[in-house]
């Protein structure tokens, strides 16, 4: 039991071992099993469930249940996402309160196997011994999630799926799809077309890094998500116990919405385009009523392809309110409201947003900066980007926080400062910087540490081309996020790099192209082409300096970076 990851509360090794034949059968009450049987696909397991059990159909005799291979249990006294598993000379068995604790301890049940158990088929007839022991686990935190941004780089549906079978082996579970930037709108509207038509795609695609003359690839980019793929991802998600989070983000970083509806600028005169380069634009959608019931229309069209939507993520960061201001039309608007400021503008905005989700059953989620500008709906959960600093005002507040900071979280930087490092948004954040993360610190006193429900690393995709640079910035960071998102954090490195060693294999079976400890294989380097590293070219420890001042002074909606 040696090589769980992520490390479960307890777990006990006992002499001897279980066997598992292929066929072999699981019994319990739906969707338990279910649950189980997803989780281990190459067990082929039959099911055997005991509430609908019909002996005669499923052509079993009735001692079958009682010697299934894997016995799985409903006991409501373990509490949400909770589990123990064990296994004895006579079987698997997996005591779980609900169907995510069924799902997790199949998990660490195929942990338990070879790590040929990750391939995603084997030899007919194999079969597999299981050491015997006992594991009793439950997760510290709620919220354990991945940040895609499938808009400045559109992922293709199937890299999507993929990531949330990955995320699901390391008990993650949330997906927040980032589906809007400046740089591309990826969700079919089937109220206002032209936003996937002409938001989704651009003619090129800048290769220059910052202070060098602006060179650009030539090579069209696009792509976008229909509402039956949503729908689809949702469903694939939810089997997977992972909760797919929407955002667009809003009022800032607008460029492809207004290229595809220039009317919703606060400057409808000028001409927009979906860009083709990185940073912070001016681009800003207009804060009149027009814009939110524009929005609103678009939110119910997502949340309806999606299903269930508990979260919805409506950005709020980096927004330049200059044009704003210069309207004459929305100055006036601003003082019909009683506003002093754009700042309360921006604040009075999202507010408004998130009255329209909860009225359909969603909590608003935001980045920091709405926090800092107010008016915060008081179920609104925080996204403190910005350091510990903002995070812990957010608790203190009382907002629900999940903990980002781009310190150690955000999984564009680099791996190391080091010129065979392919380019990162900057330098550097290695997969020790995670292990050493405590989402709620231990000196915070216990009211705001409670506010904390977890962790989320970012996959922003300035530099983040394709599935194969995914796999490379995602692991072994998102197998460390996932550990101090399950236990609480810090995990001790003498004890976390040895289990990470052997869960590489798992990795390799299951055919991720995870960065190697050892550093990049010839083949992931930078080159000399557009992915080239400059070292040094920006370091982390400043840009966290730098947050940390902005998100001290009361106007950090500013754009930061
Ligand atoms: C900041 S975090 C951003 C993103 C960038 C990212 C690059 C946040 C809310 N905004 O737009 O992609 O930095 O690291």
Redesign the pocket.
């Given at each position: 039991m040696k090589h769980l990851l992520p490390l479960p509360r307890r777990a006990e090794t006992g002499p001897g071992s279980a066997e598992i034949a292929p066929g072999s059968s699981v019994s319990g009450p739906a969707p338990l099993t279910d649950a189980v049987r997803l989780a281990l696909p190459v067990l082929d397991l039959r099911v055997l469930d005991l509430r609908v059990l019909d002996l005669r159909v499923l052509d079993l005799r009735p001692g079958d249940a009682a010697t299934a291979a894997v016995r799985v249990e409903e006991d409501p006294r373990l509490g949400p996402e909770a589990y123990e598993l064990t296994i004895a000379g006579d079987g698997v068995r997996i005591a779980a309160g609900d169907r995510a604790g069924a799902f997790y301890a199949a998990q660490t049940l195929r942990q338990l196997l070879p790590a040929e158990a990750f391939r995603s088929a084997v030899a007919p007839g194999t079969s597999w011994t299981v050491p015997c022991g006992r594991v009793e686990d439950a997760p510290r935190f709620s919220w354990r999630g991945a940040h895609l941004?499938v808009a400045r780089n559109f992922l293709p549906k199937r890299e999507v799926l993929r990531m949330i079978d990955l995320m699901a082996l390391h008990k993650l579970n949330r997906l927040h799809l980032h589906l809007a930037d400046d740089q591309g709108w990826r969700v079919e509207s089937r109220a206002f077309p032209l936003l996937h038509e002409v938001g989704s795609h651009r003619p090129q695609t800048i290769t220059s890094h910052k202070g060098e003359a602006p060179a650009f690839d030539g090579v069209p980019h696009g792509g976008h998500y229909t509402l039956s793929d949503l729908a689809e991802i949702a469903a694939c998600a939810r089997a997977r116990e992972v909760m797919v989070v929407p955002e667009i983000d809003v009022p800032g970083h607008a460029s492809a919405v207004l290229a595809a509806y220039p009317a919703l600028a606060s400057r409808p005169q000028e001409r927009y385009e979906v860009l083709d380069r990185w940073g912070i634009s001016p681009a800003i959608l207009s804060p009149l009523p027009a814009t939110v019931d524009f929005l609103t229309t678009v939110f119910a069209e997502i949340t309806d392809a999606l299903g269930d939507v508990p979260y919805f993520h409506i950005g709020g960061?980096?927004c330049v309110l200059d044009d704003w201001a210069a309207s004459a039309e929305i100055s006036a608007y601003q003082a019909s409201l009683g506003l002093e400021t754009t700042g309360d503008l921006h604040a009075w905005f999202l507010r408004r947003l998130a009255d329209a989700l909860a009225e359909r059953g969603s909590r608003a989620v935001v980045?920091d900066e709405a926090f800092v500008s107010g008016r915060l709906r008081p179920d609104t959960v925080v996204m403190p980007?910005r350091g510990e600093h903002v995070a812990r005002r957010a608790a203190a507040a009382g907002h629900d926080v999940v903990a980002t900071p781009v310190f150690p979280m955000?999984f564009?930087y680099a791996e190391a400062a080091s010129p065979e490092e392919p380019a990162g948004?900057g330098d550097a954040i290695t997969v020790a910087d995670v292990v050493a993360f405590a989402p709620a610190p231990s000196e915070w006193p216990e009211e705001e540490r409670a506010r904390v429900i977890g962790a989320q690393f970012q996959l922003?995709s300035?530099r983040i081309p394709d599935g194969r640079t995914l796999d490379y910035r995602a692991w072994p960071r998102g197998c460390a996020a996932a550990e101090v998102a399950w236990t609480g954090g810090p995990a001790a490195p003498e004890d976390f790099f040895p289990r990470l060693e052997a869960h590489l294999a798992r990795l390799d079976a299951f055919g991720v192209e995870y960065r190697p400890l050892s550093g990049p294989r010839p083949w992931q380097r930078g080159g000399t082409g557009w992915r080239r590293h400059r070292p040094g070219a920006v370091d982390v420890q400043d840009v966290m300096r730098h947050l940390h001042e902005l998100s001290l002074s009361a106007d950090s909606t500013r754009p930061s970076?």
């Open positions: 941004d960061d980096e980045w980007w955000y564009d948004l922003w300035e970076l």
